[in-house]
């Protein structure tokens, strides 16, 4: 990466904290003047970190709670010293920081809009230009004269973003603080974002959300406990995360390794970022670059969603429950719009009378998004003997956005009088959907629109 090209250059940086195993232990270590006997232990909540962000560029930071996220943005602009190691930042830094960061409680909305405005190095004049935009982005009404301490977190985040965003910053740095705000509000803040990127800005951006994350960056970091685990092209950072959240526990170390081997070595990093850059220059949108096609894994032993839920069973048991390509070859990573198979086995314990099996894909938020059975109900199989074994295979297209799905198995037959479960799993089974830079579907279901459009005096 040429250095004029550089927007922030994060070199070795660390921050260490101490740590007191008793309140008393750290009035113990002010007293004494020596290393010796610390009265601490060291905690690095980010070690060693090292790469740089090219002028224009959006880099996503994904980790897990306390890896290190918000630690680093806030060396990054200034409010926190690193304990180790150097930051260069060049341009106009707005940040949008965890909350609580950058106002003043007492004065009112109006009063920090100023200061805030001052700090960011506008003059009162800019400010004044500004302000009625600024407030028409916020849109907190009357509550713009009142003290900012009397605000809800809704409406801190509001005037914090349209400051933030408002003063068209060379540098922006938002921390999470989106998640606060509803989600219409949200909307608006991804259009302005989207156009401050489209002016040339940087943009620094942590989030948990893996759609946001590929949606929006064109690199992304991958931060655990304190450490720059991985930085590459946001889909493979993100899956990469994805596989650790969902690892066993006795695997993330061996998984760790893996990400290191695969996406750790920041100066290779760097350069792709560059290259990235430069891409996105000449072409118009580049956020979602593939470079590692070929990377591609399919079977992701990582998804194993940690929510199942086996019901009591009545007599069948569900087994062996996978996904597979019609060719019979196990996957967990699908490809949007192609067709999969979702398989699992039924043993009956006991026999058992109008037997259907069937199937459910829902959201991470539990969102049926759709099912299906076997037959309907007067089609049903009459009668299971006992030690009798199906296997179940539900064809299906995955006409889904990127994202990630879990599914649900159940087998239903006469329980007395009615229809009920002799046998039913929640969350059994979870899939990823790869993102796409080809699609032109948006929402969650592809339902395979066709557009076309003349001109209307033609
Ligand atoms: N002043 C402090 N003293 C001691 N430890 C601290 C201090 N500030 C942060 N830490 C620790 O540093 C680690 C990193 O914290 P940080 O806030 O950067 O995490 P994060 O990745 O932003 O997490 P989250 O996703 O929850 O926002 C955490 O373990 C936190 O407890
Ligand atoms: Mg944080």
Same mark, same amino acid.
């Given at each position: 990466?040429?250095?004029? +090209?550089?927007? $922030?250059?994060?070199?070795? @940086?660390? /921050?260490?904290?101490?740590?007191?195993?008793?309140?008393?232990?750290?009035?113990?270590?002010?007293?004494?003047?020596?290393?010796?006997?610390?009265?601490?232990?060291?905690?690095?909540?980010?070690?060693?970190?090292?790469?740089?962000?090219?002028?224009?560029?959006?880099?996503?930071?994904?980790?897990?709670?306390?890896?290190?996220?918000?630690?680093?943005?806030?060396?990054?602009?200034?409010?926190?010293?690193?304990?180790?190691?150097?930051?260069?930042?060049?341009?106009?830094?707005?940040?949008?920081?965890?909350?609580?960061?950058?106002? +003043?409680?007492?004065?009112?909305?109006?009063? +920090?809009?100023?200061?805030?405005?001052?700090?960011?190095?506008?003059?009162?004049?800019?400010?004044?230009?500004?302000?009625?935009?600024?407030?028409?982005?916020?849109?907190?009404?009357?509550? $713009?004269?009142?003290?900012? /301490?009397?605000?809800?977190?809704?409406?801190?985040?509001?005037?914090?973003?349209?400051?933030?965003?408002?003063?068209?910053?060379?540098?922006?740095?938002?921390?999470?603080? #989106?998640?606060?705000?509803?989600?219409?509000?949200?909307?608006?803040?991804?259009?302005?974002?989207?156009?401050?990127?489209? +002016?040339?800005?940087? $943009?620094?951006?942590?989030?948990?959300?893996?759609?946001?994350?590929?949606?929006?960056?064109?690199?992304?970091?991958? #931060?655990?406990?304190?450490?720059?685990?991985?930085?590459?092209? &946001?889909?493979?950072?993100?899956?990469?995360?994805?596989?650790?959240?969902?690892?066993?526990?006795?695997?993330?170390?061996?998984?760790?390794?893996?990400?290191?081997?695969?996406?750790?070595? &920041?100066?290779?990093?760097?350069?792709?970022?560059?290259?990235?850059?430069?891409?996105?220059?000449?072409?118009?949108?580049?956020?979602?670059?593939?470079?590692?096609?070929?990377?591609?894994?399919?079977?992701?032993?990582?998804? @194993?969603?940690?929510?199942?839920?086996?019901?009591?069973? #009545?007599?069948?048991?569900?087994?062996?429950?996978?996904?597979?390509?019609?060719?019979?070859?196990?996957?967990?990573?699908?490809?949007?719009?192609?067709?999969?198979?979702?398989?699992?086995?039924? @043993?009956?314990?006991?026999?058992?009378?109008?037997?259907?099996?069937?199937?459910?894909?829902?959201?991470?938020?539990?969102?049926?998004?759709?099912?299906?059975?076997?037959?309907?109900?007067?089609?049903?199989?009459?009668?299971?003997?006992?030690?009798?074994?199906?296997?179940?295979?539900?064809?299906?297209?995955?006409?889904?956005?990127?994202?990630?799905?879990?599914?649900?198995?159940?087998?239903?037959?006469?329980?007395?009088?009615?229809?009920?479960?002799?046998?039913?799993?929640?969350?059994?089974?979870?899939?990823?959907?790869?993102?796409?830079?080809?699609?032109?579907?948006?929402?969650?279901?592809?339902?395979?629109?066709?557009?076309?459009?003349?001109?209307?005096?033609?």
């Amino acid at each position: 990466m040429s250095s004029e +090209n550089i927007a $922030i250059r994060v070199h070795g @940086v660390s /921050k260490v904290y101490p740590i007191y195993d008793r309140p008393h232990h750290r009035l113990l270590q002010m007293l004494s003047r020596h290393d010796k006997g610390r009265w601490f232990r060291e905690f690095w909540a980010v070690r060693d970190v090292d790469f740089s962000v090219a002028r224009g560029e959006t880099l996503g930071i994904v980790g897990r709670n306390g890896s290190g996220k918000s630690t680093l943005l806030q060396m990054i602009c200034g409010t926190l010293t690193p304990s180790a190691g150097s930051i260069d930042v060049r341009g106009r830094v707005a940040a949008l920081l965890e909350l609580g960061s950058g106002f +003043n409680p007492d004065f009112t909305g109006r009063e +920090n809009v100023f200061l805030n405005g001052t700090v960011l190095g506008l003059t009162r004049p800019e400010i004044e230009d500004r302000f009625d935009d600024i407030a028409a982005f916020a849109d907190i009404g009357e509550f $713009i004269d009142q003290p900012v /301490k009397s605000y809800s977190s809704g409406m801190y985040v509001r005037l914090a973003f349209a400051v933030a965003i408002n003063v068209m910053p060379d540098i922006l740095v938002v921390d999470e603080a #989106l998640s606060v705000g509803d989600e219409a509000f949200q909307r608006k803040c991804f259009a302005r974002i989207n156009a401050i990127r489209e +002016n040339g800005a940087t $943009i620094l951006f942590v989030s948990h959300s893996a759609s946001v994350v590929t949606e929006l960056c064109n690199r992304a970091v991958l #931060l655990d406990h304190g450490e720059l685990l991985g930085i590459g092209a &946001p889909k493979t950072i993100v899956s990469r995360y994805q596989k650790m959240l969902y690892a066993p526990a006795d695997r993330l170390d061996a998984i760790r390794s893996e990400i290191r081997a695969e996406c750790g070595t &920041p100066e290779a990093a760097a350069e792709q970022g560059l290259a990235l850059a430069e891409a996105q220059q000449v072409v118009s949108s580049a956020s979602g670059v593939e470079m590692e096609e070929q990377d591609e894994l399919f079977f992701d032993e990582g998804l @194993v969603p940690q929510s199942t839920l086996h019901y009591e069973s #009545l007599g069948a048991e569900i087994t062996d429950v996978r996904l597979e390509t019609p060719g019979g070859k196990r996957v967990n990573v699908l490809k949007a719009d192609r067709e999969y198979v979702y398989a699992y086995n039924v @043993v009956f314990r006991q026999s058992a009378s109008a037997v259907r099996f069937g199937m459910m894909i829902k959201t991470v938020t539990g969102l049926e998004l759709g099912g299906g059975a076997s037959s309907t109900l007067t089609d049903s199989i009459v009668v299971v003997e006992g030690g009798q074994e199906f296997e179940v295979r539900f064809r299906f297209r995955a006409h889904l956005a990127p994202g990630t799905y879990f599914l649900n198995a159940g087998v239903v037959g006469r329980v007395g009088e009615e229809e009920g479960y002799l046998g039913r799993c929640i969350d059994v089974a979870m899939f990823r959907v790869m993102h796409d830079p080809e699609r032109l579907a948006t929402g969650l279901i592809n339902f395979d629109i066709q557009p076309s459009f003349r001109s209307a005096e033609a």
